[in-house]
């Protein structure tokens, strides 16, 4: 609890313990009205300030306002009767201010739970100076600067391990707990926690750059992008509020005038307390309050799973899902290439994957990784010079003093080089050596152990259309499709034509469906954030996908995907009951107020029990990870 609930918890308790003593002691007249006067204020008197702020302000119709008219009109029809009864008044000022202090716990606990479940923030850094080993806070560690993690210890800042050797635990990241081993020259990203040996980190980055303070932001800031259901209930609320305070004074006003014209008695009081009664009932507080909620911790609950939701209209939007367009290398496949044979090269083998190795030796491309790895030995860059990489094409660079081009088909027509073809199904890799073609290295790819069930469970859920884009090969893409069962393939992609795919899909999506794009954020960064919701994957380290992306997959498991809309759908459909829950309790309220069988007590009840009810109910949640 925050030092202002404490001091609201205050309040409330003494004036609970006032009114009961003000129920024992008989006192009576104007002693009696300035006791009730003087809880009422203790209790309400912020009410009844913001109330009157509101209004200089112009935004009269507000919650506060509902209240402070009810209350003072109770009050006032007391003191017009004389009847001393002036419990009502201060009983439903501190009924909702009850209600009030617990959704702000709630609302409070729910932010603080999405950060401990996302068990990430460091808490320190460890520096060695003068051979001590020092703790600093992890925002005084400039990049460059090297780090030290023991065992047990959370990586607090992304880096290169310079020195050691251990294994990582990545579960508070992706929700799984794959363990990683890490040796000198690697990345290690800060989030994950160091489960063996100690290691020195070189800093790539500074604290507010890295990976953990971004999944931080991101998870926090992700309730202020608002879904549609937020914004209809704001709208809601606009429209609403007035049209109660209308209908509560056409309650006052019109059935008393009525009954004079009629020759009866107008009773003015009677209905006079129903319109009170009636703002009280139509205090909008569960709604706004528990919708905003559940997405939130909808949000909460993804991020445990290794999904991190960039907002809740994305959160919504994933329930609305029915295509899924992905792109294959690195998303369906494992992006980790082997060489499967060296042909017609024109000089030795090993000499032919040094050159493209080198020449690859810039580039973030899964291909370009896995030559690196098959050449096998460190890059010396200083061998390596004017690194062009085009995208879906190749690179070409100048290695050793000699032009290289490394890449497809399309590459060498580019560069006028005529080139031989191969009939291993298989991304076939042209090398072309001082504008003579050299040979090509055949590399395939696998399809990751998840994908099928993956494609298998999309289909189960209803999404009607899969389709699998890439810029390989066409025989590779139908391998791949059929091992996965997708029947809608494009090959021979570039980036440029991915995002023109994915235009004519949107274009041929029906109404009220959403188009989603899964990719690993090589070369689909446009696309990602062209299609209704982009969702990057193994996004571990990778800026441009965190970037592009509106939804984070953290490791590269494919059935996230379906899980994420699982959760979605099961938020959406807590959200739904709060909704019909919260409207339909107000109008038989409100309906019950209007024919004079519901009295101001029951209205206040109605309004924090639905409230208390709803939150729970949102809270519900965070706990979508077990889907
Ligand atoms: P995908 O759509 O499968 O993710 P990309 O669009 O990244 O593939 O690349 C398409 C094709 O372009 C690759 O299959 C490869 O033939 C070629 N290519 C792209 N980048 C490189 C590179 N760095 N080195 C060699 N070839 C490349
Ligand atoms: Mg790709």
């Known amino acids: 609890m925050s030092r202002k609930q404490k001091r609201m918890l205050v309040r409330i308790i003494s004036s609970a313990i006032f009114m009961v003593i003000l129920a024992l002691v008989p006192v009576t007249g104007l002693v009696r009205l300035a006791l009730y006067l003087a809880v009422y204020l203790l209790i309400g008197g912020d009410i009844l300030l913001k109330a009157a702020r509101n209004i200089v302000h112009g935004q009269v119709f507000d919650e506060c306002f509902l209240m402070a008219i009810a209350t003072v009109g109770a009050m006032a029809i007391a003191i017009w009767d004389r009847s001393g009864d ?92 794959l363990p990683r081993e890490v040796t000198v020259g690697d990345d290690i990203i800060s989030g994950c926690i160091n489960m063996t040996g100690l290691v020195r980190i070189r800093t790539t980055r500074d604290f507010g750059q890295s990976t953990v303070s971004r999944i931080l932001d991101l998870v926090e800031n992700a309730s202020s992008r608002k879904s549609r259901s937020e914004d209809f209930i704001a709208r809601f609320a606009r429209v609403y509020t007035p049209a109660v305070c209308l209908g509560a004074l056409a309650l006052a006003v019109l059935p008393p005038l009525a009954r004079m014209i009629m020759g009866l008695n107008p009773v003015w009081h009677d209905w006079i307390y129903r319109a009170l009664t009636f703002l009280v009932i139509s205090c909008p507080c569960a709604l706004v309050i528990s919708i905003p909620l559940g997405f939130f911790a909808g949000i909460g609950g993804a991020s445990k799973a290794g999904i991190l939701v960039k907002g809740s209209n994305y959160l919504e939007g994933l329930s609305k899902v029915d295509t899924v367009v992905f792109d294959k290398t690195g998303t369906l496949t494992r992006g980790v290439f082997e060489v499967q044979g ?74 006028g080089i005529s080139c031989i073809g191969c009939r291993s199904v298989g991304t076939i890799i042209h090398v072309a050596v001082d504008g003579e073609y050299a040979g090509h290295i055949v590399i395939s790819d696998v399809v990751k152990d998840n994908s099928r069930k993956a494609v298998d469970e999309l289909k189960n859920a209803g999404v009607s259309d899969i389709v699998m884009l890439t810029g390989d090969s066409g025989p590779v893409a139908r391998d791949v499709a059929s091992r996965l069962g997708i029947t809608s393939v494009h090959s021979g992609l570039l980036p440029a ?58 490791d590269d498991d494919p059935l996230r995907i379906p899980l994420a809309m699982r959760i979605s759908r099961k938020c959406m459909s807590i959200v739904y009951q709060n909704i019909v829950f919260a409207i339909g309790v107000k109008l038989i309220c409100l309906l019950l107020g209007a024919l004079g069988v519901a009295n101001m007590w029951l209205a206040i009840f109605a309004d924090v029990g639905v409230m208390v009810l709803a939150v729970m109910n949102a809270t519900r949640a965070l706990f979508v990870n077990r889907l």
């Open 497 to 554: 034509d991915k995002v023109d795919r994915v235009e004519a899909l949107l274009h041929e999506r029906k109404k009220g469906k959403l188009l989603a794009f899964v990719g690993d954020g090589i070369n689909d960064a446009p696309v990602l954030s062209r299609s209704d919701i982009g969702i990057a994957m193994g996004a571990m380290g990778s800026d441009a996908a965190i970037e592009a992306a509106d939804v984070v997959i953290m």
């Open 342 to 415: 060296i042909h017609h090269s024109s000089m030795p083998e090993e000499r032919l994957l040094e050159l493209a190795a080198l020449a690859e030796s810039a580039s973030n491309h899964p291909i370009s990784k896995s030559l690196r790895k098959a050449y096998g030995h460190s890059v010396d860059i200083d061998r390596v010079r004017d690194i062009e990489e085009i995208g879906g094409n190749g690179v070409t660079a100048v290695v050793d003093g000699h032009a290289v081009a490394c890449g497809n088909e399309r590459l060498m027509k580019r560069l």
């Open 86 to 177: 002036y419990t009502e008044a201060v009983a439903v000022m501190l009924f909702y201010q009850t209600g009030e202090l617990f959704q702000a716990i709630a609302v409070g606990r729910s932010r603080k739970n999405i950060s401990a479940l996302m068990d990430i923030r460091p808490d320190w850094a460890n520096i060695e100076k003068d051979g001590q080993i020092v703790q600093v806070s992890p925002e005084e560690v400039a990049v460059g600067s090297e780090i030290i993690v023991r065992a047990g210890e959370k990586v607090p800042i992304d880096g290169v391990v310079t020195e050691g050797s251990t294994t990582l635990d990545t579960s508070a990241l992706t929700g799984e707990s």
